[in-house]
């Protein structure tokens, strides 16, 4: 069981698959969710929400771009929604083997992820810092550890693992902990988007031979953000099936 109860949530990439699942058991726990995204997507995931008698809203923020994230901050703590835990999610891919690779991929994708998730934690963490207390989960993939074709994706990737390590460092005195969720093929969103070939090859590589169902990365992020993971910071947590260990599988 989580204590979300006293919790308000940020959850960026609210809209997708993964984050969908995450706002619904951050929301079913007690909390309230703001469900971030820069698509329509973010309003149909809080409207479900609120449709289910659950706490939440929704709100447009292209989180590479700075001004739009301090926007969102300063919208949200005008209304004194101040939140405890900032979840980051949110990421588009353009993925390419090194021969491929175009500089406008590279920077778009480590822009949504990389820069998304520092524009977050410089906006967030200051406030969590004065209160003495937070929760930032940020995501990275199973890919980080290197993937045949994904150059892009992996430096962002990356960076998420080295930014999270970093930052628990700076805030760990403060009460606020940083960590990082780094799943394996998860059944919905940016998994299914790729080439069956390539799918197939995930599970072959992947001991457990299954997706995830997003259900079972959430319960990850829901631990990371609760209170009781108190002592824990500056981590990654592999959520992949095990494909994360081992050689020549
Ligand atoms: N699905 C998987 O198999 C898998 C595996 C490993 C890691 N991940 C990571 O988990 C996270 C969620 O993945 P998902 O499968 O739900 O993907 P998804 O594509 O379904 O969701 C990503 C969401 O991010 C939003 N987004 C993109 N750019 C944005 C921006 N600049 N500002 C705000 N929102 C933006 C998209 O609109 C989308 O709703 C991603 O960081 C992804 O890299 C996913």
Wanted: proline fraction near 3%; glycine fraction near 12%; include cysteine.
């Amino acid at each position: 069981m989580n204590d979300a109860g006293a919790d308000v949530y940020v959850v960026t990439g609210g809209g997708g698959g993964l984050g969908r699942a995450l706002c619904a058991q951050a929301a079913s726990g007690g909390a309230h969710v703001v469900v971030v995204d820069i698509g329509e997507s973010a309003a149909s995931v809080a409207d479900d929400l609120i449709a289910c008698g659950l706490s939440a809203e929704a709100a447009s923020c292209d989180v590479s771009r700075r001004e739009e994230v301090e926007a969102l901050r300063a919208r949200l703590t005008g209304r004194g929604v101040v939140p405890t835990v900032v979840t980051n999610l949110a990421g588009a891919t353009r993925n390419a083997p090194l021969a491929q690779v175009t500089e406008q991929d590279f920077d778009h994708t480590l822009a949504t992820h990389a820069r998304g998730t520092l524009n977050m934690m410089w906006a967030f963490a200051p406030a969590m810092k004065e209160r003495g207390y937070g929760r930032i989960v940020n995501t990275s993939s199973v890919a980080a550890r290197g993937s045949p074709t994904g150059m892009s994706y992996v430096a962002a990737k990356g960076a998420i693992e080295a930014m999270t390590r970093t930052a628990a460092i700076e805030l760990a005195r403060h009460g606020v902990t940083v960590n990082c969720v780094a799943p394996g093929g998860v059944d919905g969103g940016m998994f299914r988007m790729q080439p069956e070939k390539a799918q197939e090859h995930m599970l072959s590589r992947t001991p457990m031979r299954r997706v995830a169902d997003p259900n079972e990365i959430a319960a990850c992020y829901m631990f990371l953000a609760s209170r009781g993971a108190s002592f824990v910071t500056g981590q990654t947590l592999y959520a992949c099936g095990g494909a994360s260990v081992g050689a020549f599988l």
